[in-house]
C-alpha cells in the first residue's frame, strides 16, 4: 500500500500587469484548504504577489479562475522580508510547476 501524500502542485497561469510589482495567477493541485473570516474555504486559483515598494513581502490570496473577486486574506505561504513566489508557495505546501 502507498501511503506517500501526493504532490501539492502549483502551476503559473500568467501574469497579472494590472497589479503592483510582480504578480501571478496559479492553478493549485489539489485546492488550499485555507480558513478566512468568511470560514473555511478551498482555493484552486490563488494570486501570489510581490512586492517591493513601501514594504517587501510576498502574499498569497485566493481568487477565481480569472484572477477577480480576490478575498484579501493573506493565505498560508504568505510571508514579510522577500519577493519570492516559489518560497511562498513552497511555503504553503506546493511544489512550482516547471
Excluded at 24 to 52: C, D, K, Q
Excluded at 59 to 78: K, P, Q, T
Aim: overall charge negative; hydrophobic content about 40%.
Amino acid at each position: 500500500m502507498n501511503t506517500t501524500a501526493p504532490k501539492k502542485i502549483a502551476t503559473r497561469l500568467r501574469t497579472l500587469p494590472d497589479w503592483h510589482g510582480d504578480a501571478a495567477l496559479y492553478e493549485l493541485s489539489p485546492p488550499m484548504a485555507a480558513e478566512t473570516w468568511r470560514g473555511p474555504v478551498e482555493r484552486r486559483y490563488v494570486i501570489v504577489s510581490a512586492i517591493n515598494h513601501w514594504a517587501v513581502e510576498t502574499y498569497i490570496f485566493g481568487c477565481d479562475a480569472d484572477g477577480a473577486n480576490v478575498d484579501y486574506s493573506e493565505l498560508d505561504g504568505s510571508f514579510q522580508g522577500g519577493c519570492d513566489h516559489v518560497r511562498a508557495l513552497n511555503g504553503a505546501g506546493y511544489e512550482v510547476a516547471a
